[in-house]
Structures are given as structure tokens and as C-alpha cells.
């Protein structure tokens, strides 16, 4: 069974550092690409972030670019965002997902079950 | 960035109806685009990638059509597990954007 565990959220003071894991079980995390997602409790799904299979290649979404560094560890079936310069408006919920082959669609066909993140003072 | 419009932003339904909310893009992407059900607590679960293609495991009352910059999915009978939140995303390219959601609620 196909599974993704983050973990790491917390409560952190604003201007501080945070890093996130996501574990994966299941299957074999090298043959994937990984992505970060989040949500502001009640709110809309935000795009934060997403790496290759091999780490050659990262983008990141306009509000978090600069701040946030994703990477991953295939040997240890492990995907991490370090969160730095937080502020409240990173205050959410983030969401690991593995993505489907590009040849076979490219949705994000698994996803964590989250990591609440809380930035204030 | 490319711009997701999602409508409406919610709708009441009653179990058996169908249900349509469409997504526009602010330009084209081919059919790169999925539609994800959200139910509260929980992570987004996909329902449909490439615009139309029925992710394994999905009931066949959900679908999806599309290309370019309109997108719809369909709900052909509510079922009351399908009361829920439902998001598009573009994947067609970088920064990748949701639509921004539609909540279906009974009526």
C-alpha cells in the first residue's frame, strides 16, 4: 500500500525555520517525483513546491521561492521542505503527494495525510 | 502565472442529481489538468487526471472533459459520499495552480 507520512509541523515564531519530512512506503520513491502542497485551514490549495526523481531539476511557487528549499533522500525513502524566513501567512497545513508518471497523466494520484504548521509570536 | 477560475464556488445538491463545475484557464494546457475531491480533515484525493481519464478506484459517476482552457467535471448522480470540496489543477506548467475550489453541499 501506497503510503506518505509527514511529519515536523509545529509551532514556530515568526522569522524562524522549520523543516518538514515525508516518508514514503509502498513504493519506490526514486521512481517519482515528489511535490509539497498547502492549505490555510478553510481555505483553497496552495502549490508550494516539486523536485525530480533526481533532485536535477526544482521549482517552486512565487510565495515561497527564496524561503523555501525542498529535497529528498531516495535512499531513505524520504522528501523534505525546509521552511525559512516563515511569517504567518505560512501558517497552514502541508501536504506531501507523490506525481504520476507524465506519461501516464502526471496528477498527484497520493498524498499525505499533512503537517499543520503555526507561525506566531 | 497561469490563472485557474473555478466555478461555482459552491453549489446545493440533492443526492441523485448531477453536478457540473468548470475550470477556465488563463491560457492554454492541453489537457494537462486534474480534478481532486476534498472532504473536511482529510487530503485531497484525485479523482481524474489528463482532463478525462478516470483515476483507478473512482466510482464511473465521475468525469471529466475538456481541452485547452475549459474544463468540466461531472458528477452524473450525487451520491452522499460525494458531498465534498472539489479542486482543478493545472500541471502544464510551472508554478502549478489550483482552481479555487467548489464546495458541494446538500440541499
Known amino acids: 500500500e501506497v503510503q506518505l507520512v509527514e511529519s515536523g509541523g509545529a509551532l514556530v515564531q515568526p522569522g524562524r525555520s522549520l523543516r518538514l519530512s515525508c516518508a514514503a512506503s509502498?513504493?519506490?520513491?526514486?521512481?517519482?517525483?515528489m511535490h509539497w502542497v498547502r492549505q490555510v485551514p478553510g481555505k483553497s490549495l496552495e502549490w508550494v513546491a516539486g523536485?525530480?526523481?533526481?533532485?536535477?531539476?526544482?521549482y517552486y511557487g512565487d510565495s515561497v521561492q527564496g524561503r523555501f528549499t525542498v529535497s529528498r533522500d531516495n535512499a531513505k525513502n524520504s522528501l523534505f521542505l525546509q521552511l525559512s524566513s516563515l511569517t504567518t501567512e505560512d501558517t497552514a497545513f502541508y501536504f506531501c503527494a507523490r506525481r504520476q508518471d507524465v506519461f501516464q497523466g502526471g496528477a498527484l494520484d497520493s498524498w499525505g495525510q499533512g503537517a499543520l504548521v503555526t507561525v506566531s509570536s | 502565472a497561469i490563472q485557474m477560475t473555478q466555478s461555482p464556488s459552491s453549489l446545493s445538491a440533492s443526492v441523485g442529481d448531477r453536478v457540473t463545475i468548470t475550470c477556465r484557464a488563463s491560457q492554454g494546457i492541453s489537457n494537462d489538468l486534474g480534478w481532486y475531491q476534498q472532504k473536511p480533515g482529510k487530503a485531497p484525493k484525485l479523482l481524474i487526471y489528463a482532463a478525462s481519464h478516470l483515476q483507478s478506484g473512482v466510482p464511473s459517476r465521475f468525469s471529466g472533459s475538456g481541452s485547452g482552457t475549459e474544463f468540466t467535471l461531472t458528477i452524473s448522480s450525487l451520491q452522499p459520499e460525494d458531498f465534498a470540496t472539489y479542486y482543478c489543477?493545472?500541471?502544464?506548467?510551472?508554478?502549478?495552480?489550483f482552481g479555487q475550489g467548489t464546495k458541494v453541499e446538500s440541499k
Open positions: 489543477l493545472q500541471d502544464s506548467d510551472y508554478p502549478w495552480t
Open positions: 523536485i525530480t526523481w533526481n533532485s536535477a531539476t526544482i
Open positions: 509502498g513504493f519506490r520513491l526514486e521512481d517519482f517525483a
